[in-house]
């Protein structure tokens, strides 16, 4: 799981033995993949721009991302961060979550949240493959891993589901709500089991919903194995 949190689940890179070599794998994976065929055929020109746009998304995991914010730090407008975030969309490198409303006033819906599909991708672009004794951002991490691996088995599945994250403006949070079968599903990420108590707000607003905390012991079978 640790080698799977640092360098994805592409099967090249999980069949390779050497640190060296998962290293020279997801380096060429960005470069040709991100800058030689997608840079191509979208007929974009600054692909620095694409890349500094993936670094500022890998340091916002678990962090609603202002379209305003990129634009600023790029020096693009904001159409141009929309387009590539279509495009990174398109070919399976990003993921969209919408904030969740039920009409509840305090809650946060204007703002999304971002993930990778792959965390070796993420991780290669902000260039930390260091192991996970070394890192500050395993939360983000297990968060990134979890999500993005559920979100594959939806789709294997045929799962019929909508995806949020929910959050109200006095902080309090739910990493993954589920809309399906007319009813809501909680999910809150968290590396080591811990005591997480539902949230307050959630928990009045929403009474009949289900919540989980996703972690080492169960994740297993909710990533459909």
Known sequence: MQARLIFGNYPESYNLNSFEDKLIYLNDLITSYLLRDILTF?????????INLLRLIAFQIGGEVSLHELAKQLQLSRNTVE?????????FILFKLDGYSGNLRKEVVKSSRWYFYDNGVRNAV????????????LGALWENYMISERMKYQSNIGMIVNN????????????????????????EMKWNESKVKIPT???????????KVITQENYFDWVGG
């Open 164 to 187: 949020y994250f929910w959050r109200t403006y006095d902080q309090q949070k739910i990493d993954l709500v589920e809309e399906r079968e007319g009813n809501l599903f909680a999910y």
């Open 201 to 211: 707000a959630w928990q009045k607003a929403y009474p009949e919903a289900q919540f």
């Open 83 to 91: 387009k590539y975030l279509d495009l990174l969309t398109k070919v």
């Open 42 to 50: 979208e007929n974009i020109k600054n692909s620095s721009k694409l």
């Open 126 to 137: 902000i260039a930390n493959l260091n192991p996970l004794n070394f890192r500050n951002d």
